[in-house]
């Protein structure tokens, strides 16, 4: 196995072995443990939970679980970290990587708007590589991006692929040449939120090649589980064990792990695909019907679970949609996108709503 370099953990966590927990401490015991009574919990279960699930704290990475996405993402255990949904894992690694007030990351907007919260949360600089247009596909200058993060030092660089707002991917040749370019220097990190409507095989397929490539998955998305708030780094197991390390106690709730465990059954897995691609269906049909509206100038190419466009007059479209009782994303906000919305691809009931609607306005 190829090594991770310890020195782009910050060097004053390097030696840090976090909170030991009563659930992660194991006191030397002369005989099999019966009756625990070294962590506070109640001897008996709650009135809302009559079966105790609930009752102990739970194990911080659940075995289960770890185990089930370490076969989803055909890897190993060691290389799993499972909390509260990416924007924790986002957080983890800023927090292991960056020296606040010192160290800086990259990122190649318009991107997800949780890179710099989390940078501003640590005082780390942010250093911003915006993505080119090319017909109506957006492009990361992963070039651009290499030469960024050595000039600003960075310590990591964060690119979607499938992007969000953009829904365009990053190829994988691309990002495993500029994981390596960087790996003295920086992490690169995968945010794959929107992986199972992509085309392109996952970029965990490289983490074994490329010690210093992390890969983020959730189930927030595809897997229908936003609420649960599970996410996952596939990392390097030297720095999966820094992100847990500095990760606090008990991440994830028992039901929560429950809900995920139910949801990598063969069987969940298997319905979880089918509405993945009812999902690339629709979105496929959506996209041309936007296309033929008056008045839409761009419709990018997405390999995600939603649409960008671009309007003439997004004052007008956004009107229209929200008084038909309809919420879409606004992007006007962000820099070059003053004329866009975002728009989820969501049950085909809701997307002849937005038809019918927006074709109802342009007749
Ligand atoms: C939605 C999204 C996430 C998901 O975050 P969770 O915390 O897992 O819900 C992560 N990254 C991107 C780019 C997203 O759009």
């Not at 953990?9 to 072995?17: G, I, Q």
């Amino acid at each position: 196995m190829t090594g991770f370099p310890s020195h782009l953990v910050r060097d004053d966590l390097r030696d840090f072995t976090g909170y030991s927990s009563a659930r992660t401490s194991s006191a030397a015991i002369a005989a099999p443990a019966r009756i625990w009574l070294n962590a506070n919990e109640s001897g008996l279960p709650s009135q809302a939970d009559p079966d105790g699930h609930s009752r102990r704290y739970p194990d911080p990475q659940p075995s289960m679980l770890v185990d089930a996405f370490a076969d989803l993402w055909a890897t190993t255990p060691d290389r799993i970290v499972v909390g509260r949904g990416s924007d924790e894992m986002i957080e983890l690694l800023v927090r292991a990587l960056c020296r606040p007030g010192a160290d800086a990351m990259v990122v190649s907007s318009p991107t997800f708007g949780m890179y710099a919260v989390s940078a501003r949360l640590h005082g780390v600089p942010v250093v911003d590589v915006r993505q080119h247009e090319d017909e109506l596909t957006w492009r990361v200058d992963t070039d651009a991006v290499r030469e960024a993060a050595v000039e600003a030092g960075a310590k990591i660089v964060f690119l979607a692929s499938p992007g969000n707002p953009t829904g365009s991917v990053v190829p994988l040749r691309e990002l495993a040449d500029l994981a390596d370019a960087l790996a003295d220097q920086a992490v690169l990190v995968v945010d794959e939120a929107y992986g199972e409507f992509a085309q392109q095989r996952s970029a965990a397929t490289l983490i074994e090649e490329h010690p210093t490539l992390v890969v983020l998955r959730t189930l927030s998305k595809a897997h229908a589980l936003a609420g649960a708030r599970i996410g996952i780094a596939l990392a390097h197991p030297d720095l999966a064990t820094v992100l847990r390390r500095v990760q606090a106690p008990y991440p994830l709730s028992v039901p929560a792990t429950e809900l995920a465990l139910a949801a990598l059954t063969e069987s969940a897995l298997a319905a979880t695909h089918r509405r993945v691609m009812e999902t690339v269906g629709l979105r496929e049909v959506v996209a041309r019907q936007l296309r033929d509206l008056p008045g839409i100038r761009a419709v990018y190419a997405s390999e995600a679970n939603f649409l960008l466009l671009r309007s003439d007059d997004p004052d007008a479209l956004l009107h229209t949609l929200i008084s038909a009782g309809i919420v879409v994303r606004d992007l006007r906000h962000l820099p070059g996108l003053q004329d866009a919305l975002r728009i989820t691809i969501g049950t085909s009931l809701e997307m002849s709503a937005i038809n019918h609607v927006l074709g109802e306005e342009s007749a």
